[in-house]
């Protein structure tokens, strides 16, 4: 395999780490309101989100993509490849982030949220900014490697039409009829990124501040 080709995948590689990134984040943000949800008082809240993780922990990230990208032109949404991979992913990591993160809410001592309430933190305050940030540390570890299966599982968003590291290891395959050193090279992209996104993750790890106690 030249070195074109391989170069190519590198390009491609640029692709798969932009969309786990993005979708990382935001299925970070959307995991936090629905965690807010579960422990809210309110049913019709706490039932949505009960459903909406289960369906996308409960439902294969292939067909969640398709039903996506062929749900959407019926209801008149025209969306580029892109945007389709995001929403997919976004959905589906933060349906697993949320269970994370419920152990790391019901993991945060009572003392520290009665403190926070006798300082005059509203309910919403304490959620966002105590309870939240003990609960991101406690369960960072967690959040590091679903980071790295999303990594992994991106290379199922080549259904949807993005060209990013698995999809382009497709096309070169298929048009210079060298599966095995292309596939090779593209795996090794994979291990690299993960391995390095992995020692990223402990050296943050370490860096972060310890617990409070109660």
Do not use: H
């Amino acid at each position: 395999m030249t070195w074109t080709l391989f170069e190519l995948l590198l390009q491609a590689s640029l692709m798969t780490i932009l969309v786990s990134a993005v979708s990382i984040l935001a299925g970070l943000a959307i995991a936090i309101v629905l965690s807010a949800m579960r422990m809210s008082g309110n049913a019709a809240l706490k039932g949505f989100a009960v459903v909406f993780i289960s369906f996308f922990r409960g439902v294969p990230l292939l067909v969640q993509l398709l039903l996506i990208f062929n749900l959407l032109p019926s209801l008149g949404i025209t969306l580029p490849s892109l945007a389709t991979a995001l929403i997919g992913l976004s959905l589906c990591t933060a349906a697993y982030q949320a269970e994370n993160l419920r152990g790391g809410f019901e993991g945060v001592a009572p003392g520290l949220i009665e403190s926070a309430e006798m300082a005059g933190f509203t309910r919403a305050q304490s959620f966002f900014w105590i309870r939240t940030p003990i609960a991101l540390r406690m369960t960072f570890p967690a959040l590091v490697n679903e980071a790295i299966l999303i990594l992994k599982a991106s290379s199922l968003v080549s259904v949807v039409g993005l060209i990013e590291l698995t999809k382009m290891a497709q096309n070169l395959a298929a048009s210079t009829y060298q599966p095995l050193p292309i596939f090779a090279s593209a795996g090794l992209i994979y291990l690299a990124i993960n391995v390095v996104v992995a020692f990223l993750g402990r050296r943050a790890e370490r860096a972060l501040p310890g617990l409070p106690s109660a």
